[in-house]
């Protein structure tokens, strides 16, 4: 029941105005002692389910797999002196013996900006960088707290605390973002940071709202029972959002690890403004639209914009602190009659971003995983880390033929779940208004559309890890739905709960089924096979 029509004496009222703008929601101290404990425990047992799952035998296999290869030895030269330098010949060899000094003192060029590679670096700076497990660390610590985001996530958006476990679960066990918690890439950092930034903004939306209630309920108690009618043209400022402001930092974070990223500033800017320019509608300004660009859009642009482009660039400190980093001093052998006012590290960092835009522009060099993103969703290319073919008689193999291989493939049931479900949220989204519907389309689309762009750069399925726990608030979205609401009748809401624990269990025992070619467990061939559903998987 929403209280869309009311009295003019009482439309303006903080209660009216927060039943209108945010629906009849507790607040935390409204809630029991004991309810209050399993909003907090729920997210924590799924992050600590996720946590055993990716931190037992992380250090198998113990050498370098994949493209760690790239970033493990740069976090290393990040440690060593801050910014990224060369290899010798095999020296993958020397660094999966627990010798990484075989570093040289030149500049390596790179094309990925440093946050990520600084998240390695912080693991194998407490756990030593000659060993698998420093190497993975962060990895698998930030896997393990993407769980606990998202399933708080849930909670915030559906207001359920089955719906939040089954958020952090399906997560947990969902095989694509175990392996990226398990590997040293940059996707599962930058994943992360892009949670990190919906989660604040969903905090801030509702910071927003609360703040608009309460300032338009005091200037109608000021004018004697309603705003006046100025104060109603454009509606008031809310002042500074410090939510908006973390997402910002975020934000920043997340294009410094991966210049992706900027696809989910803007998307989520974007997305930031429209909740805002609704909030002005709802709660009966008259020039919502204009009123909201500038009193809502500009500062929503001034307090992320500006915040991440200054966090993006602080996280370059080792590259402006170093004598030597690759470009550093490219604007000193290169004036420029133009550009000359411009300080020479700023001139030789531009520089070095529009060599690694070329780069990226440039890439399409064949390799045999490769995966056009129209086969991201339905797992169709999935991306081979790791393969060997242990012989007879060595460590877990019994029968004369046998494998051990992490493929970073998603579990079906949760993916093409996902999928079915990213329909049904776009006519919940269109036909009922459903703004949660909209918030979770908002996040896949920024990660995923753009890559449609550039059709003909190499491509890999792992770049879906950015947008993945967007696939699952879909996907639980819909189990919601199956769910049924409270006022349903108790048959209804039974058979829908029976329904979503036995969707829950069969994703959780398929997985189990899965879980050997994740994490690179010694099995017969013939049953690594067995796992291979398609034969693009091999």
Not at 65 to 76: H, I, L, R, S
Not at 97 to 102: M, S
Not at 190 to 203: C, D, Q, R, S, V
Not at 443 to 451: D, E
Request: proline share 7%; hydrophobic share 50%.
């Amino acid at each position: 029941m929403r209280p869309w029509i009311s009295r003019p004496a009482e439309a303006f009222t903080v209660d009216a105005l927060l039943a209108r703008l945010l629906g009849s929601v507790p607040a935390w101290r409204d809630y029991s002692p004991s309810l209050r404990l399993w909003f907090l425990l729920v997210p924590v047992l799924t992050a600590v389910a996720g946590g055993i799952l990716r931190f037992f035998r992380l250090e198998v296999p113990p050498k370098l797999v994949f493209d760690e290869t790239y970033y493990v030895k740069d976090a290393y030269s990040y440690l060593i002196s801050g910014y990224e330098r060369s290899w010798p010949d095999k020296a993958n060899d020397a660094f999966n013996a627990g010798n990484p000094e075989v570093l040289l003192g030149s500049p390596e060029y790179v094309v990925h900006p440093p946050v990520g590679k600084w998240m390695i670096a912080a693991g194998m700076w407490l756990f030593g960088p000659d060993n698998p497990f420093g190497w993975r660390f962060a990895a698998a610590l930030t896997g393990t707290l993407s769980i606990l985001l998202v399933s708080l996530i849930a909670l915030k958006l559906f207001r359920s605390l089955p719906l939040a476990g089954a958020a952090g679960l399906l997560l947990a066990v969902d095989g694509h973002h175990l392996v990226m918690s398990r590997t040293s890439l940059l996707d599962i950092f930058l994943m992360f940071w892009i949670l990190a930034a919906f989660g604040a903004l969903l905090l801030d939306r509702d910071d927003g709202r609360r703040r608009l209630a309460l300032r338009l309920a005091g200037a109608a108690v000021a004018h004697g029972g309603g705003p006046a009618a100025g104060q109603l043209l454009s509606g008031p400022w809310l002042g500074v959002r410090w939510w908006r402001l973390a997402a910002g930092v975020c934000l920043g974070l997340a294009v410094g690890t991966k210049w992706s990223g900027l696809f989910f500033l803007a998307g989520f800017g974007l997305l930031t403004v429209f909740w805002d320019l609704n909030a002005r509608r709802v709660a009966g300004i008259r020039g919502w639209i204009s009123g909201g660009i500038i009193k809502d859009g500009i500062p929503a642009f001034l307090g992320m914009v500006p915040v991440a482009g200054l966090v993006y660039t602080a996280a370059w400190a080792g590259w402006f602190r170093s004598e030597d980093a690759y470009f550093r001093r490219w604007a000193e052998s290169n004036p420029s009659d133009a550009w000359g006012w411009v300080p020479d590290p700023v001139r030789s960092l531009a520089h070095y971003h529009r060599e690694a835009y070329t780069f990226h522009q440039g890439l399409g060099s064949e390799h045999p995983y490769e995966a056009s993103a129209w086969s991201w969703l339905v797992l169709g290319r999935p991306t081979s880390f790791f393969y060997e073919s242990p012989q007879q008689g060595s460590p877990g193999c019994v029968v004369e033929k046998c494998t051990a291989a992490i493929l970073s493939v998603g579990n079906p049931l949760i993916w093409w779940g996902a999928v079915i479900s990213l329909v049904v949220l776009l006519f919940w989204w269109a036909g009922r208004r459903d703004w949660r519907a909209g918030a979770v389309l908002a996040g896949v689309a920024a990660g995923y559309l753009p890559w449609f762009l550039y059709p003909e750069r190499t491509m890999f399925y792992f770049y879906a890890v950015s947008f993945e726990p967007f696939l699952v608030l879909a996907l639980v979205y819909c189990l919601g739905l199956v769910l049924g609401r409270a006022e349903d009748p108790p048959w209804r809401r039974r058979a829908g709960l029976y329904l979503v624990a036995l969707f829950l269990a069969a994703a959780v025992l398929l997985s189990a089924f899965f879980y050997p070619v994740w994490t690179a467990e010694t099995i017969p061939y013939e049953d690594w096979k067995v796992r291979m559903w398609m034969p693009s998987w091999i």
